[in-house]
């Protein structure tokens, strides 16, 4: 069982940068991919980024590539998402998730069976 809590959210000028945080609970997180999900109102949940278990492999949606950044420290049962060059377009709501049932990318929800309740991104003109 693993328990997220994501941190860090908050309201920017576009251009702007954010930290978001994700702090995991459980002995089995190092066995979790974890990716990055965010849910804009009136739309549907959009994949943002993932991090393989070992933290050497990162996949990123066209949207943010060369803008966010994900890293973890195992150690610290930690995920981050640093995002930079933020546009209006990135307002939404930013939701960590854990699973252990994919190798590479694993952009679709179905992949991934704990999530946290997420943090909201806002950005503006």
């Known amino acids: 069982q693993v328990q997220l809590v994501e941190s860090g959210g908050d309201s920017v000028q576009a251009g702007g940068s954010l930290r978001l945080s994700c702090a995991a609970s459980?002995?089995?997180?190092?066995?979790?991919?974890v990716g990055w999900f965010r849910q804009a109102p009136g739309k549907e949940r959009e994949f943002v980024g993932s991090?393989?278990?070992?933290?050497?492999?990162?996949y990123y949606a066209d949207s943010v590539k060369g803008r966010f950044t994900i890293s973890r420290d195992n150690a610290k049962n930690t995920v981050s998402l640093q995002m930079n060059s933020l546009k209006p377009e990135d307002t939404a709501v930013y939701s960590c998730a854990a699973g252990g049932r994919c190798v590479g990318m694993c952009k679709s929800p179905a992949y991934y069976e704990y999530w946290g309740q997420g943090t909201q991104v806002t950005v503006s003109s």
């Open positions: 991090i393989s278990r070992s933290g050497l492999n990162t």
């Open positions: 459980g002995r089995t997180f190092s066995s979790n991919i």
